[in-house]
């Protein structure tokens, strides 16, 4: 196998493992050790490094594993990610895990935290809720504080208190993981056939399972393989995918309209790696402080967001600009209702900047991949033809 082949295999591997085994193998090397699971979208990772804590993504099953316990506790009628989490729990994939963070995405999410607290599924259940005020006297008191909680929270687990110089550190490895992926994106912006989608997501993915000093090299061999040429160009449009930010698309719906002649250059699939927008200053005093300014001056934008004074629509476009893509495809999981809500005005705006558009819903049901590919293709063919 060539490097880039080692690299995907084993990223396949371990992204797609349901029952995490590299993470409890990396637990299970130390006694000092604490792994805490971590729902979408984004979870600042850096506060668990620092405690020698490991943060793993929990992105549900998508089609890898059948629901049955899981829709004993779901209604029918909402996204697929909690059922699929709930399955995990109930089939001691997720025994090993200390604790469990639960971001404010949704009402979804914030009621699978209490189902984790009754069925006492690890040492501790946190709901995380964002600050939805962005002055730093208020969102940013706030945030600290919830960050607090969290770090006493794994304190409690495995007894390694929180230092400047760890945080600092931490911090600086995580900033080398979001400058490689920016530049990942960069490449493909201008040479999407030198890794396709799919494989970039494989590797972002990846990243969430496995200890950053593990993912970074990485990295590092990924970029230096696609600067050089490789692959052949074809004849595709370039798309921007936006709405797929929290529970993940299949990697069949992103073959899909990949196949139907859509490169994608930019996409919110594995948004919480590449939430911050720069790099957080990893020498200060106030590390913590740091990843909070951070959080309220250099966040992305998506549905989970209020987004009063910088909408969402103005920086969707923006995006498509600065990618130079020929068209926005909104792909949202069924039911996803921050999304879908979203969806209207997002594509009023895209109206208005006279950006073509499509948009369609995924779940579990890999026999749709056929109409999301002739839908994309015809959009690919339209835009082809006549903007």
């Not at 493992?17 to 050790?33: E, G, I, L, P, S």
């Amino acid at each position: 196998m060539n490097p880039l082949n080692n690299i995907l295999t084993y990223c396949n591997e371990v992204a797609f493992d349901m029952n995490f085994t590299k993470a409890k193998q990396w637990k299970a090397a130390a006694t000092d050790r604490a792994l805490i699971g971590f729902l979408p979208i984004y979870f600042p990772r850096e506060i668990t490094h620092a405690v020698n804590g490991l943060a793993v993504g929990l992105l549900g099953v998508g089609d890898r594993k059948q629901i049955i316990k899981g829709d004993a506790y779901y209604q029918s009628y909402i996204c697929h990610l909690p059922r699929g989490i709930i399955e995990l729990a109930l089939d001691n994939s997720l025994d090993a895990f200390d604790g469990f963070i639960f971001p404010s995405i949704c009402d979804c999410v914030r009621n699978l935290s209490g189902m984790f607290k009754l069925a006492e599924k690890g040492k501790f259940q946190r709901y995380f809720d964002y600050p939805q005020n962005f002055d730093a006297l208020i969102g940013g008191v706030f945030y600290g504080q919830e960050l607090n909680k969290i770090i006493e929270d794994t304190y409690q687990v495995n007894g390694v208190k929180l230092t400047t110089e760890n945080l600092n550190h931490s911090i600086a490895l995580y900033n080398t993981n979001r400058k490689l992926i920016r530049e990942i994106y960069n490449i493909r912006q201008e040479y999407p056939w030198r890794l396709s989608a799919v494989d970039t997501y494989t590797i972002l993915r990846a990243g969430l399972v496995i200890p950053v000093e593990e993912h970074n090299p990485m990295l590092e061999e990924v970029v230096e393989i696609i600067s050089e040429e490789r692959g052949e160009p074809m004849d595709n449009i370039r798309v921007v995918i936006t709405g797929s930010f929290c529970e993940q698309p299949p990697l069949g719906l992103i073959k899909s309209i990949e196949m139907a002649g859509c490169y994608i250059v930019d996409d919110d699939f594995m948004l919480g790696s590449r939430w911050i927008q720069g790099d957080i200053d990893a020498h200060t005093e106030d590390p913590l402080g740091a990843l909070t300014h951070a959080y309220l001056t250099d966040s992305t934008f998506s549905s989970a967001m209020y987004d009063v004074g910088n909408p969402k629509g103005k920086r969707l476009v923006s995006l498509v600009r600065d990618r130079n893509a020929d068209g926005v495809i909104f792909s949202a999981a069924s039911f996803c209702d921050p999304a879908l809500l979203d969806r209207p005005e997002l594509q009023k705006t895209c109206d208005e900047a006279g950006i073509p558009h499509i948009n369609f819903q995924y779940h579990e049901n890999t026999g749709q991949f056929k109409v999301i590919k002739e839908q994309a293709g015809t959009f690919s063919d339209s835009i082809k033809l006549w903007a």
